[in-house]
C-alpha cells in the first residue's frame, strides 16, 4: 500500500508507489479524485434524483402553455384578419 494515498495499491516488489511516481511526472493520476467523486456524485445523484422529476417535468409544462399560447394567437391573428 502507498504511504501518501491508501487508494494507491501496487505490487509489494516495487521500489515506490508508480502512482505516486506518476503524479510526480505530471501524468494522470486516476486515483486521487475517487474519494471526492464518490462523495460528490452521491450527494450530486440524491440532489439529482429529487430535483430531476420536477426539473424533468417542469418545462415539459412550460412547453404546453407556450404552445398553447402560440396556437391562441395564431387562432386570434386567423380570427382578426
Ligand atoms: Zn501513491
Known amino acids: 500500500m502507498c504511504g501518501n ?12 508507489c508508480p502512482w505516486c511516481a506518476r ?3 505530471g501524468r ?13 456524485g452521491a450527494a ?3 440532489a439529482g434524483a429529487g430535483a430531476g422529476a420536477p426539473a424533468a417535468k417542469f418545462p ?3 412547453l404546453v402553455v407556450a ?5 391562441a394567437l395564431l387562432v386570434v391573428a386567423v380570427a382578426t384578419r
Do not use: I, M, N, Q
Request: aromatic residues 8%.
Open 5 to 16: 494515498r491508501k487508494v494507491h495499491t501496487y505490487s509489494g516488489h516495487l521500489p515506490e
Open 23 to 25: 503524479g510526480r511526472l
Open 28 to 40: 494522470f493520476d486516476p486515483f486521487p479524485a475517487l474519494p471526492d467523486l464518490a462523495g460528490g
Open 44 to 46: 450530486g445523484g440524491g
Open 60 to 62: 415539459t409544462v412550460l
Open 67 to 71: 404552445a398553447l399560447l402560440v396556437l
